[in-house]
């Protein structure tokens, strides 16, 4: 299944609503790659076991403790760019990629894309009753109510931290 969305950071219909600068975005997802447990539902714990660092790419190999199982991922930090993250399959779950690049069609106006690659889950002996349709439109509607929630802690990150972080107002 391939399935992409994209998420407005900065409307510029909505004045209420205080602007991130690219920085602050860029630091919300480099938190989401440290500490994924204040971004992603069930997930009880979280080891970066490998680090590595070429040229503006960080890449991090991770350990994701769903208490009855455990996947391991490796997540590229593409400097105020993008992130890469890839899962090998496992017994829960067939191989995926997400991407989520930042992107600035205006200035200030920043989107969030989000794109999966999923392979198909390994069946478990039995098979089910829902098609395989019904099971990637479920898939995708989580993915989206994730995304939401992980702009939202962005947002919040961003709002809690200010000395450290631009000025995150803009006035229209």
């Not at 999966?116 to 989206?144: C, F, L, M, N, T």
């Amino acid at each position: 299944m391939k399935f992409e969305h994209l998420v407005q950071i900065n409307d510029p219909s909505l004045p209420g609503i205080d602007w991130l600068t690219r920085q602050q975005l860029w630091f919300g997802l480099v938190a989401r790659a440290w500490k994924p447990t204040r971004f992603v539902l069930g997930l009880e714990d979280a080891q970066v076991m490998q680090t590595s660092q070429e040229g503006n790419i960080t890449t991090l190999a991770r350990v994701l403790n769903y208490g009855p199982f455990q996947i391991e991922d490796t997540i590229e930090l593409i400097e105020e760019d993008r992130t890469e993250t890839r899962i090998v399959a496992n017994q829960f779950c067939g191989d995926s990629t997400l991407t989520i690049s930042i992107e600035e069609p205006e200035s200030g106006e920043l989107w969030l894309r989000f794109q999966y690659q999923v392979s198909d889950v390994p069946s478990s002996p039995g098979g089910s009753e829902v098609s395989s349709h019904d099971v990637d439109e479920i898939r995708k509607q989580a993915y989206r109510a994730a995304d939401i929630d992980t702009v939202r802690m962005i947002r919040e990150l961003a709002m809690a931290m200010p000395a450290q972080l631009p000025d995150n107002r803009k006035d229209h």
